[in-house]
């Protein structure tokens, strides 16, 4: 074996990069192909667009409720263990997802497959931060984000070639040789840790509190224009909700010996900001990805695979520049990059809002640029923010409830976007159709599958299609207004949050002053 490539302990760090790089990059993929497969899954198990929400929603659910008890779970029981765990889960729910013949075992699948990828996830993170010293540490995260980037560069594309030659069904089962090799690269590189200062107890309230909280909002939201706000069935979760999450909150300050969310990691400002950038840049990008797939192949005609070539622009910048906003936070810190990155998504998401009927792909490439410079200047210094903030023996932990922030974020985002886009489609499609010789059965039909073509109107065809593309572009561009203000909040939380990097004061010239006392906020942050 060339010497280069032969496992020795001043490469091993590189080697465990690369392994955890190729794990995310299975992750990753996975978020990105099922986008494009939206309309196609869509027709094939003939499913409507509340459901057609839940294959994204039940997938990124269970994977944000659980990234922290993944990370909790590395730290007490070896971070190498639980993440080889999640990896075969994955793998295994994968296959079990291609095989779906309907769209229920399909979103049963793809929740057993987020609870796979929060054990995966938070692994990569804090297994690099455990590898890696501060100084190198944007560097490696850096690299992180930008082979994360890459997936989600080849996903469309993946995705799109798959779903249009073979079948959706295959991007699920392209995930199995990607975990073996996943597997097999990390027995080889990477060593096990845990941290040595806890206890192994497992916090069964917390994770119970959290999940049920979590699931019963993301539950109202998603449902609420199917039931109807002031239904008691939605009153009831988010009261549940409400009440499980500060059930939550009072365990884990007030009464568990081993608190799965350490609170006093918020007490930093750096690591508190970060998380809220998590929750903010995805609500925006997640949420962005799931109404523009089906606005380019439902709406402007593209078909999966010319769907996922158009998704390129924002992806490809992200693999670019994302290594690149790495090591510039090693030298400037975090926050001008985070800042100016969450400018430029505010500024991509406003050109979104002003996609007219007879707009086309042109008027959506600039937005796509941006988005992606802007996500690439976010993702590895928000990252790399967050772990210098706390010890690294804590890594798990704060890797899960930065990976949580983010999930959840994307979760909130498809999820209320969703709610905007139905009620404000609908009720426009209802106005565009109320002179048409349709019956309310035929209406009912157009408004379940807003934006698709439509047949068996018969003479009224075209004026129908040409109502119902008009009520999606309505409904798309003002849920895309919440994103826009949603990304401007998130330039303020960056710019005030995020604190700068401190320079170490100089030597003394005589004798070596007293150690300082440790601070909430480490330098470098």
Partial sequence: MPERFRLTEDNRK????????FALFMIMLDNTVVNVALPSIQRSLHTTLSNLEWTVNAYTLTFGVLLVTGGRAGDIFGRRRMFLFGVMLFAASSAAIGLAPTD??????????????AFMMPGTLSIISNTFPPEERGRAIGTWAGVSALALALGPVVGGALTQYVSWRAIFFINVPVAVGAVAVTLFATHESRDETIDRTVDIPGIATLSAGLTALILALVESNSWGWGSARII???????ASLIAFILVEAKFSPAPMVQFEFFKSRTFFGANLVAFIVSFAMLAMFFLTALYIQNILGYSPLQAGVRFLPTTLMIVLIAPIAGRMSDRIGPRPLMVTGLALTTVSLFLQTRITVSSGYTDLLPAFVLMGVGMALVMSPMSTAAMNAVPATKAGVASGI?????MVGGTFGVALLGTIFQSMSRHRLEDNLANLPLSAAQKSSIADNIGQSTTGVGHASAQVVQAAHDAFIHGFTGAMWLSVSVAA??????ATLIQPVRKPAAAPAVEPAAQPEATAEPIGV
Avoid at 402 to 406: K, T
Wanted: aromatic share 4%; net charge positive.
């Fill in 14 to 21: 590189w080697w465990t990069l690369g392994a955890m790089c």
């Fill in 104 to 117: 229920s075992l399909l979103i049963a699948g793809r929740a057993v497959q987020g609870i796979g990828a």
């Fill in 236 to 242: 009831g979760l988010l009261a549940l909700a409400g």
């Fill in 402 to 406: 930065l990976s949580m922030n983010r």
């Fill in 489 to 494: 909040v998130g330039v303020i939380v960056a």
